[in-house]
């Protein structure tokens, strides 16, 4: 196998971003303001330190949104084999489904997804 295209293509994507933080180094206007080296937030001024502590909620529902997007990932290729699979491949997604299901069910009556 030929590794010219990639010896190609690997100092081209380094040099290519390179050239254009160059370029816009050399030519973007340069005028510090307070306003403008301040956080900016939604429009909001900031208000305390970076460092205060999350609630544990945030981390909790960003868990479990991660958790159940990583489960729908496995059914793309059930999706693109279900001829294939056949009536086997339909109950194991079916219980695979379920499980999923029965888990939301859970996290939900515990009160994992309650916003206040």
Not at 2 to 30: C, E, F, H, N, T
Not at 40 to 66: D, I, N, Q, T
């Amino acid at each position: 196998m030929s590794y010219l295209p990639l010896a190609l293509v690997i100092p081209l994507a380094i040099l290519v971003p390179l050239l254009l933080l160059g370029v816009q180094w050399l030519l973007a206007p340069r005028r510090p303001d307070p306003a403008k080296l301040s956080p900016y937030e939604c429009g909001a001024p900031v208000l305390g330190s970076a460092h205060s502590r999350m609630p544990v909620k945030f981390y909790v529902v960003a868990v479990l949104f991660l958790l159940f997007d990583i489960e729908t990932i496995f059914l793309f290729p059930w999706a693109v084999l279900y001829r294939r699979l056949g009536l086997f491949g339909l109950v194991e997604m079916g219980i695979f489904l379920g499980v999923l299901a029965l888990g939301l069910v859970y996290v939900w009556r515990k009160g994992a997804l309650e916003w206040e």
